[in-house]
């Protein structure tokens, strides 16, 4: 679908950006340790405006993929919208839930904001909700726990839901980048005698056609 390019190619983008930023999250105390060169240290990008560069960017997909076209768009929709965000948050040492709206100040940093009609639409204060000056951890939650996928292997993890069909068809699957149970797409529809098989080469999906699965 021609239409579909533009959108898609801004979702990407912003992926990019995002995957960029959250790898430089998770290394940088172990970049320090080391003594390794780590993007946010050498631009002297505080945590706050990484976050809110990371919020920024969950967001600008969301609205790309709202005007992006999909014959079925359940499992972009799981996968993007819903375990996405998981993903900053669990970078970040915080929790959320996957619709909450993301609301982001102006321009700040190194890397800049998102251009164009996925650029955020309702500026914050200076340091927007996370303010520096209380100390402690600026997002008031956990550091990320070591042993849980980082972003990159939960990357992995979810084209394996993709092409295992584990997302549509299993009861219930772990969310590739939280790790916490979820359930499958279909797991409330009544398939029948289907038992997925019809899943094969990474045809995500399709085998709700044979068994008629329903909107869920």
């Known amino acids: 679908r021609p239409a579909n390019a533009a959108p898609l190619a801004e979702a990407g983008r912003l992926f990019g950006r995002l995957a960029h ?16 060169w780590n993007p946010l240290t050498a631009t002297g990008t505080p945590l706050t405006e990484a976050r809110r560069l990371a919020d920024d960017a969950v967001h600008g997909i969301r609205l790309a993929l709202r005007e992006a076209e999909f014959t079925d768009g359940r499992l972009a929709h799981l996968l993007l ?3 996405l965000p998981r993903s900053v948050d669990r970078a970040f040492g915080t929790a959320s839930c996957g619709h909450a709206p993301t609301r982001t100040p102006e321009p700040r940093g190194a890397f800049g904001p998102p251009q164009g009609p996925y650029a955020p639409q309702h500026p914050q204060p200076p340091h927007g909700p996370y303010d520096p000056s209380r100390g402690g951890n600026p997002f008031g939650g ?3 726990r070591p042993g849980k996928r980082g972003f990159w292997a939960g990357c992995a993890a979810a084209v394996g839901l993709c092409c295992t069909c584990k997302a549509c068809c299993a009861d219930e699957f772990e969310g590739p980048w939280s790790g916490k149970k979820r359930e499958g797409l279909c797991s409330g529809c009544d398939c029948g005698d ?4 019809c899943c094969e080469a990474c045809q995500c999906c399709e085998c709700c056609e044979c068994c008629s699965c329903c909107d869920c």
């Open 21 to 36: 930023l959250l790898d430089a999250v998770e290394d940088q105390a172990a970049d320090a340790a080391s003594g390794a």
């Open 142 to 144: 956990e550091p990320p």
């Open 194 to 197: 289907c038992d997925c098989s």
């Open 81 to 83: 919208v819903h375990e």
